[in-house]
């Protein structure tokens, strides 16, 4: 039977975030933003409201809650912040995902109670210089010499890599040739603190500027073989499921930007008064948040419907490409018009909007662009011979 109403639970938990998000991170996120600080301090309180571990098992410390519960948490912060909705988005889906999906039950031991704690941050590397779309075109290196893994190469732009809590590093690195010439790709840990390992925060931001983004060095870093993720040949699978769960966050940050950045532009018509009446009531502009809040609707439809298949354990490869690419464009569509509707003021910082407008354009861009979306797509489609 088809149901579109909110469990009680899910309503709950949405007052809830709405709460924190508006006590807590509304108020700072402008500052930061500004000084381009990722607040430590915001990461604990946001640690202390669940919301790391919100999809792992309770055995490992996490509230299990699932991954709609985990979408409307991300949602209800974006409404305020993109760069805080980032860190927990990456943190829960890029860092601690792998661990949780494919790790072993010691790997999961020693890394994933911390990691919900919110003590300490996972990140993913899987983006080089040279691998960026093209993400099996890892150049880094794992040779396995005397038991441990010998490291070499580079990431870039890595989430939560390089704060004072950056703990873990997933590695994609090529570990052998296959018979047919293509690269053997493997999932590696690598320990933030392991000789060799260098991290440094990237500067310069135009969006998510109080997210924290790292470049990392590896030099003939050591691992123990043991920190092999999973099988031996299978990372590239490994990221690509991964990417399937990242792309309903970055979604759920396209939705609450959206819905954010729309509550503005209609508080700011409704107060705004040109030629005698608010601007609201001009038709132009009435029309503009009506089609707003149409695409918001639509757009919360399509990402709730992609994370219900996940949560059933249905494939959802390509509703999440979907809600990712649909969710990430209404955004744009929507703070375009936002900043409109502000006129002059919507340039301005004092505003907030401008922020919004900033913050979302990474969403086109991160966890595969929107034109890698649209090849997801076509692909299940069958648009290709
Ligand atoms: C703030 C930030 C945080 C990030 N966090 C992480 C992270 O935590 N972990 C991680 O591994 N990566 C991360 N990334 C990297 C991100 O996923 C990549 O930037 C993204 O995948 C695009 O790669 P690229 O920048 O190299 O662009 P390119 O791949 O060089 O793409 C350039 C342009 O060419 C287009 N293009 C490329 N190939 C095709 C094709 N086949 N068909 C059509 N068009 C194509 C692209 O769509 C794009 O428009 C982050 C990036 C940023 C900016």
Known sequence: MLNFDLAEEHQILRNSMRDFAESEIKPVAEELDEREEFSLDLVKKMAE??????????????????????????????????SAAATVAAGNSLGIGPIYYYGNDEQKKEWLPRLCRGEILASFG?????????????????V???????INGSKIFITNSASPISAVIVVQSQTGTLKDGRR???????????????AMEMH???????????????????????????????????????????RLAIAAMGLGGAQGAFELAMNYAKERKQFGQTIASFQVNAFKLADMATEIEAARNVLYKACWFCDQGRPFTMEAAMAKLYCSEVMRRVVNEAVQIHGGYGLMREYQVERFFRDQKLLEIGEGTSEIQRLVISRKLGCYE
Do not use: H
């Not at 899987?126 to 794992?142: H, I, M, V, W």
């Not at 396995?144 to 010998?150: A, P």
């Open 49 to 82: 409201m669940g919301l790391f571990g919100m999809v792992v098992s309770e055995d490992y410390g996490g509230s299990n809650v699932g991954y709609l519960s985990y979408i409307i948490a991300v949602e209800e912060i974006a409404r305020v912040d993109g």
């Open 126 to 142: 899987l983006t080089e210089a040279n691998a960026g779309s093209d993400a099996g075109a890892t150049q880094t290196t794992a």
């Open 144 to 150: 396995l010499e005397d038991g441990q893994w010998l």
């Open 184 to 198: 053997e790709l493997s999932c590696i840990l690598v320990p933030n603190d392991t000789p060799g390992v260098t």
């Open 204 to 246: 310069g931001k135009l969006m998510w500027r109080s997210s924290n983004t790292g470049e990392l060095y590896f030099e003939d870093v050591r691992v123990p073989e043991e920190n092999l993720l999973g099988k031996r040949g299978e990372g590239f699978k490994q990221m690509l499921a991964t990417l399937d769960r990242g």
